[in-house]
């Protein structure tokens, strides 16, 4: 499913979805790419949701640590009393913006990205939402 409101970019995965997609993921010399296991140099490195949060604008993950105030307040965002709604102006900071917001469904706490257009793209994330 993709949601083109505004211009942000919403991609809703399934859980296996995401680990297909991270299963895909490998780092380069210049930068990470998705590419299947016979398609990869051998110098490539597996690149796992932690190595992803690297290239992540922001997260809400229980697997990754995603530094939520600290992305909050880099943001110069004010006004949050919880996570929760530190959370949702990050996202809307983002949207604002034009990046993609990934949610993971069928996880037990919630799984949220927010990814560059770009890297969307350049990691095929597009091809693991459902609805392909």
Not at 8 to 35: M, R
Not at 55 to 73: C, K, R
Not at 84 to 100: L, P, Q, T, V
């Amino acid at each position: 499913m993709t949601d083109h409101s505004d211009s942000a970019e919403h991609l809703v995965l399934t859980a296996s979805a995401w680990q297909d997609w991270l299963d895909s993921l490998c780092d380069l010399p210049d930068g990470p790419a998705a590419l299947s296991p016979e398609d990869r140099p051998k110098e490539a490195q597996p690149l796992d949701a932690y190595g992803l949060s690297a290239y992540a604008e922001a997260l809400l993950s229980a697997e990754v640590d995603g530094e939520l105030w600290d992305t909050y307040g880099d943001l110069e965002l004010e006004g949050a009393q919880d996570e929760e709604s530190a959370w949702r102006e990050i996202k809307a900071f983002y949207a604002d913006r034009g990046y993609a917001l990934v949610t993971v469904q069928g996880t037990e706490e919630p799984e949220e990205w927010i990814l560059a257009p770009e890297l969307v793209s350049r990691l095929k994330l597009r091809e693991f939402t459902q609805g392909r």
